[in-house]
């Protein structure tokens, strides 16, 4: 019994660790961050990552904070030859940095970095149905272009992340879903 316990406390401490060890956008502002982003990059754990998700398009999200404090996530993508809508309610939690869905279990959505008018970065673990459990950190842009130093801070964050650069991959243009000409 005693062995038991340690272990589980041992195992608690290392979730606690890991929590930590994410870093979140300090004195966010959720309403600047509201508005268009499109998912351009992406990085995991799994070295299976990148080649699951090849031939992926960069996705059209649209962040809509509510007055609860929740935060709604719409992602428009690509499936063949058409664009489908998808809608996430992100329930708020104590640290406004960090979001989480309350039917999943362990979901959690952070906002790790952002300058509200160019990038944000987000650290996702069982948001969509297809991540199983896989932490992914997101790169999102106000446009579909990255620059150069943006691609360099989100890569920083990868390797302190511990996540796999085998496993970053940037997605393409979807042309279908995409009404503006960026």
Known sequence: MKA?????????????QTQAAIPKQQNLNIRKVAGLWYTSTMASVSHNFRNDNRGKKIWINFLQPRRSGNLVLRTLTEKGSRCEEDAIVLEKTEDPALFRISN????????????????????????YPWQNEVPILFLYGRSIYTKLCTMTLYRSLVRSLQLSEEGL??????WKCLNTED
């Open 104 to 127: 999943k279990r362990s979901s959690e959505f952070h906002l790790v970095k952002t300058n509200y008018r160019g990038y944000l970065i987000v650290y996702a673990r069982n948001i």
């Open 169 to 174: 991959f940037r997605l393409r243009k979807p």
């Open 4 to 16: 038991m316990l340690l272990v589980l406390g041992s195992v608690l401490l290392c979730m606690l």
